[in-house]
């Protein structure tokens, strides 16, 4: 066993030969020959308050490994937990210096330190707070989204579509305003999307006319997905994989991935949660290192995430991380965005047809035409027979902001859905 003793003049590390049976003496000897600090001027704690100043202790002193005899398996210490130790200023120059261990030289590279190969370690911590303030749902869009996964996946499949809206550049808060279902196959565990590239673009040039942008990913949990044998976990290893590899794809900082969950309570009513989460920047740079495994078994415990080298997570040297370490939580609330719903929602298993469009407008023929349109699903339909380099922002643009359409794309709208 690995052990890091931190003092105020660094951290060394000392190996434990057994240590089921090695005591607090034994460790103390090992500080002694690895440290050069001799056992009587030693203290050792597993408090790191023992290097703290004397004048900023304002909590009792730190309890001290102080009894030789006691049992090292009594401290529930582990591969890579610190140990931290206290001595006097002159303490470790009154001993020699430890016997040089033997480096490779020339040809054979160069020495290294303790210092470099602790500076070389992946350090996995939590990240405290958030690169996106809040995410605001357009009600409708979220609505209709989670409604079709409630009356006809009945929640028993995922379910995943890409967030588009905007990005308050001084309060960093996302508005999204649109959601895009790519064709894709859910089951109780795995949402796979089947990306068109084509459709895709569409997408994205319907977003620029819209002054919008692709901002994040939102994705049902099945009510009978894979639980693990410690119980429930907010982000399966999958989804953490996913998540994460489409925020590293995404290209801003504010992206934002969402969570649609049916609650069952005690009295077997649901009560359907949204809830909105960034993937931390450690995780987005494992991913982008290639240090997050891809390859995930049916076996694997999905609350956990392997890693393909060895990183320090909460203190210990570890190949598997917890997915909570990944998971910043963000604030979520809706509003009344600038597009209307109505028009049918690509990809889910019944095409749309162009009769869908007439029903549409005829639905709608008591408002201006610009209004008719103005819904995301519904000019994607259209997109399809429009130059996407320029007649797809342009109609978007008058969308964007409600101006007259002109006649040309009325013409061509009125005659698809006269086809």
Partial sequence: MILRIRS???????????????????????????????????????????????????APPPALLSNPAAPLSSLRLSNGSFVYLSYPPDARSSQPPPPRALNPAGSF?????????????????????????????????????????????????????????????E?????????????????????????????????????????????????????????????????????VLQATELQAEGGIPEWVTAIVKLEVGDDGSGDVHFEAFQMSETCVKLFKDGVLETEIGDKDDPRLSKMRKEVVAGGKDTMEVDNDFF????????????????????????????????????RTKHLPFVKRISDFHLLLQVAAFLDIKSDVPALAACVKNQHVVPEGYQLLIESLAGA
Avoid at 136 to 159: G, T
Avoid at 197 to 202: M, S, V
Avoid at 329 to 349: A, C, T, W, Y
């Fill in 171 to 239: 309060t960093k808060q996302v508005f999204v305003d649109f959601i895009y279902e790519p064709p894709q196959v859910g089951t109780e565990d795995v949402v796979q999307l089947m990306r068109d590239a084509q459709e895709e673009a569409r997408v994205d040039a319907i977003a620029e006319g819209l002054g919008m942008r692709r901002v994040g990913l939102v994705f049902t949990q099945a009510v009978g997905r894979k639980t693990s044998e410690t119980g429930e976990y907010t982000m399966s290893n999958r989804e």
């Fill in 327 to 362: 998971l910043v939580p963000v604030k979520i609330s809706d509003h009344q965005g600038p597009l209307s719903m109505g028009f049918p929602i690509e990809n889910r298993g019944n095409p749309v047809t162009m009769s869908a469009l007439r029903s549409h407008l005829d």
């Fill in 8 to 58: 105020r003049d660094g951290t060394d590390r000392i190996t434990v030969p057994d240590p089921a049976a090695a005591t607090v003496g034994d460790l103390q000897r090992l500080v002694a020959a690895r440290v050069t600090v001799p056992v009587p001027l030693q203290r050792l704690s597993l408090d790191p308050a023992l290097l703290l100043p004397a004048s900023a202790a304002a």
């Fill in 109 to 169: 590279g160069k020495k290294m330190t303790m210092d470099d190969l602790i500076a070389r370690q992946i350090r996995v911590t939590r990240q405290e707070a958030p690169l996106c303030a809040a995410a605001s749902f357009d009600r409708d869009a979220a609505n209709a989204f989670q409604l079709y996964v409630a009356e006809s996946l009945a929640f028993a499949a995922k379910r995943a579509g890409f967030l588009y809206g905007r990005v308050d550049a």
